[in-house]
């Protein structure tokens, strides 16, 4: 690492936070299940396939339009489990709160919690809550861990992805990043968005129900669109080719963006999905996509190629091509 103390961009999902998990985390912890680096670890307990993830949110501002620091956190572990293709069961939730939080904030989160769960079909089973000092946090940590189970014959990974496969987008992307920006003290703008933020449980269901070859999926939060299909890349040894025509992006978005100089394809999602789906399957997992309504405006965006392995290549609105890379610095700091 080149650098001997934390800044943000260490937790951008990008190029540093891949620097952070390898030199670091990876060092000690190193083990078959973590090194497949997907979004949740798969475990086998007695037979039983089990898809088992954690993650902490600290998204700033806590309330946003289309969600809250709640909603996020329940949504956002549902999402990670069913990038497997499990089907969530269980999690739990684990609170950081400053001394002097307003309860009834709080009771609007707990409920934000209850709602997104119910949707989810999950049930909130353990938890846990400490309070420090003032100045020792900002307003609201939260953790959330989840189980789930995954069916006899499901086998998605990050690293499954094979040459000719097709990649699909579930919807408009950058809608979360821009939703919390325009929220953000000295940087509000009237967009009228609100943030994709929703539980993907059902949407996978219903792309399994109709397909056995469905290789990868993920969702493209920090570092946005470009950034997980370079992990899906590097992870399946092979190249990525999207184009650009057919990527959605909302006309709010896409004005924001160039108004404060981010790239779409690296602005946070946190209701979105990328699925690498075998060619021959493909046209049918979109139908059953589109039927959905969180996969209404569903398109296939690219396919796998063999090479430039472990990169991925836009091919732009004026017929050239150019190379995604990973997200180096911090684009949107706590976006999640």
């Known amino acids: 690492m080149n650098h001997d103390k934390?800044?943000?961009?260490?937790?951008?999902g990008g190029k540093l936070s891949n620097d952070l998990l390898k030199n670091i985390f990876l060092k000690d912890f190193t083990n078959p299940i973590l090194e497949k680096l997907d979004d949740m670890a798969i475990l086998n307990l007695n037979g039983v396939k089990v898809a088992f993830t954690t993650d902490s949110y600290v998204v700033n501002p806590i309330f946003f339009n289309g969600g809250d620091i709640?909603?996020?956190?329940?949504?956002?572990?549902?999402?990670?489990?069913?990038?497997s293709g499990a089907v969530p069961k269980y999690i739990s939730a684990a609170f950081v709160?400053?001394?002097?939080?307003?309860?009834?904030?709080?009771?609007?989160?707990?409920?934000?919690?209850?709602?997104?769960?119910?949707?989810?079909g999950v049930e909130i089973v353990t938890g846990d809550t400490k309070v420090v000092e003032k100045g020792s946090a900002d307003k609201i940590f939260i953790n959330t861990a989840g189980i789930g189970l995954i069916e006899s014959g499901i086998d998605i990974s990050g690293s499954n992805a094979k040459v000719g496969d097709r990649v699909i987008l579930s919807g408009t992307i950058g809608?979360?990043?821009?939703?919390?920006?325009?929220?953000?003290e000295g940087l509000e703008f009237k967009t009228g968005l609100k943030s994709d933020c929703a539980p993907l449980n059902q949407l996978v269901q219903d792309m399994l129900q109709v397909s056995e070859?469905?290789?990868?999926?993920r969702d493209p939060t920090r570092g946005g669109l470009a950034t997980i299909l370079n992990e899906i890349a590097k992870q399946s040894g092979v190249s990525i080719?999207?184009?650009?025509?057919?990527?959605?992006?909302?006309?709010?978005?896409?004005?924001?963006?160039?108004?404060?100089?981010?790239?779409?394809?690296y602005v946070a999602n946190e209701g979105k999905l990328i699925a690498?789906?075998?060619?021959?399957?493909?046209?049918?997992?979109?139908?059953?996509?589109?039927?959905?309504?969180?996969?209404?405006?569903?398109?296939?965006?690219?396919?796998?190629?063999?090479?430039?392995?472990?990169?991925?290549?836009l091919k732009t609105f004026?017929?050239?091509?150019?190379?995604?890379?990973?997200?180096?610095?911090?684009?949107?700091?706590?976006?999640?």
Do not use: W
Not at 318 to 336: H, M
């Open 318 to 336: 004026l017929g050239t091509r150019r190379i995604i890379d990973v997200l180096v610095g911090e684009q949107l700091p706590r976006i999640c």
């Open 276 to 313: 690498v789906v075998d060619s021959i399957d493909a046209e049918k997992v979109l139908k059953a996509m589109k039927k959905n309504k969180y996969g209404k405006d569903s398109q296939i965006i690219g396919e796998i190629a063999e090479s430039p392995k472990g990169k991925v290549l």
């Open 6 to 12: 934390i800044i943000l961009a260490h937790g951008s």
């Open 241 to 265: 080719c999207i184009k650009e025509e057919k990527i959605p992006v909302k006309e709010g978005v896409g004005g924001a963006c160039e108004m404060l100089g981010f790239d779409p394809l």
């Open 175 to 184: 809608d979360h990043g821009i939703a919390i920006m325009s929220r953000r």
């Open 97 to 120: 709160i400053e001394e002097g939080f307003p309860v009834d904030d709080l009771k609007k989160i707990t409920g934000s919690m209850r709602k997104a769960a119910e949707e989810a």
């Open 213 to 217: 070859k469905i290789r990868c999926l």
């Open 70 to 83: 709640g909603k996020l956190a329940i949504c956002g572990t549902v999402n990670d489990l069913s990038m």
